[in-house]
């Protein structure tokens, strides 16, 4: 029988120019390619200098032939890679000494290298290494170092400790500044970082909470609801107008700016036998500077990462993601966890059985696919690779964080204070030319060229309906005798669309209740889902349904985002079923857990109170599949800094799921015939 957690992952054989196995390469995500830079070679002891790309859609390896007149960067390992602005960014590193014969001769290095991903060509290494003209060459220079840590945010290279040639801890943070090529700070960091044991990650995008943005805005600029665009109307009764007090706004996902940049997430663990973990947040400032606060003892869950060596991490929405090989005496694993940073509580992410076997070392972030991908050989061993250091790049499996409830938040197409704007002009009715018929007859005024701009669909029919008006025009006979038979559009044999037929000049038969109707609207003004009837379970069940029948993109996605953050036990299976019609897969499978998982609890409570006559009740402090309190985690004894637990005792916690009910059984069957059919 297979776990529902064997549902979120999958693994696959790569193609094409698969690169050799290597030690201490370096991978960066730009866009669905991932680029893999260096490395040394495990069969000769080598170090190279070669560059890949490896397509994360069909997953196939492409060698990228350097051009003859590019000044190639000296081949290293355990360097550094970032992407910025269309460029890849290479630091440090270790090398072979320059003219030497012995490959075992060895040097470590600080230049930085830029690889123009536009045109597929190194830049120039000449004035990529210098130092602001304000501060002393000597201090801003960074000595070289390998195995140290890298980020960017806010156009700066940010590296972190590393060692050097003999091993010693390079206890500081540089700073280079991408937009002037120079180094423009130093600072003392008194923390052993290094890729051995820590990592440092930020993201393209920024998650902010408009509740924030909309105590800040001054809401009387707009006027008061349902007089915004009639002044000199007074103000209605609530019951007409929605009142912005009562608008529910999500979190979405922008770009970063200088009032909000990206932050920088350092996370540290050590001492393995008795793990210590440490968080801490790199604010950049509008200068060159940048605070640092400690969220160490912030960190709190049911259960807490066991220690993780070579670890890689990234963030995805307002979740930390961290990955690395577990070693234990009895019990080896690759181990992946999140962090959510707004409750700031850890959970497992359980890939099932995809990942029981082989050797897995290397992960990175697909942040648009909401995909964690960790390459390997799923017919490898863990242990002996690890021992050697060794990347594959034979398999790669793939996590579907979404069915998580970790995701990328969908990004705004108005901003908020427009998104209220927008709702007072379809509730007072400005340019209001059009009507949407519900299907107990009632009427829903509305602007036609709001629609035409904002639902594709209907923009083609009315068009096939103006073309098929103006062709009527055209062969009207001259005489009032001559009547012929019309030609009916889409007929066989005609090349003609048949618009259709529920459109009017004036009106469009939608055929949904009044409520749908008007949420559905709601939308189209606003561009969003604001109001309180938007958010009922069943008005978001059907708009997800309209969002993918009408194929309106952003309105599935601010559905899917909404059905995410209110799933709980009384809407689980609700939202099971309208995902399951409308092929939301991610949120199947999560509805789907949150199912199973409130029905073996209730199993465990009838047992409890069969055996205790009653009264054995046990209270269930969570009514959500919420990604800070898994369900398939081990609880410790420590709730602020708990010791690290083996992925041994997690492993076999889904197995159990038989028990959950017939119904959950027969959700899991469907499920698992559908997606497990033509699995490799």
Known sequence: MHSISDLTTFCRKTTGDVPPKLV??????????????????????????????FDLETFVWERITPSPEDDIPEARYFHCTETWNNQLIVFGGMGSTPNSSNPEDLCVLNDVRFFDL????????????SSSAESSAETLIPKPRYAHLSSVSADRLFIIGGQDLSNVWLDDIYVYDLLGRAWVQRRNFPHHCGTYRSVAVSANQRVRLPQEEVLSTDATMLGSPGARFRPEKSSPSAQVFTSPDSFVHMPYSAPPTDDFPNDIYLYSNYNF?????????FSPLPDTDFTITDRSTHMTGTSFPPGLRFPSGAILGTHFIVAGTYLAHTYQSYSIWALDMLTMTWSRIDSGSAMATGSWFRACLWPEANKFMIFGNRNG??????NRRLLSWDHVAVIDLESFGIYQPPPLQIDVPMQGFGLSA?????LADFEIICDDGRKVKCSRKTLEDRWPWFKDQRNKFLARARQAIEILPSSSMDVGLPDLPGAPGSLEARPDPRLTPRAFNLSEPYPITLALLQYFYSLALITPLQHAPAVLSQLLILSSTYQIHHLESLVKHAMHRALSNSTSVGVYEVATLCSCRSLQIRALKTVMSYSQKRTGRSRADSKNGGNGRNPDPSDSDNPGRSSDTVPTSSRSRGGGVSDAKLSSSLDQQS???SITRGYTANLSKCYFGDRE
């Open 24 to 53: 201490g390469a370096s991978t960066t995500v730009v866009g669905s390619k991932m680029y893999l830079f260096g490395g040394r070679l495990v069969t000769e002891r080598r170090m190279v200098s070669d560059l890949y790309v």
């Open 118 to 129: 536009s045109i597929m060509h190194w830049l120039p290494a000449s004035a990529t290494n």
């Open 273 to 281: 036998t008795d793990v210590k973990r440490e968080f801490e947040v």
């Open 381 to 386: 061993n863990l242990i002996e690779d690890y």
């Open 426 to 430: 379809l509730e007072e009715g400005i």
């Open 659 to 661: 028990s959950a009910g």
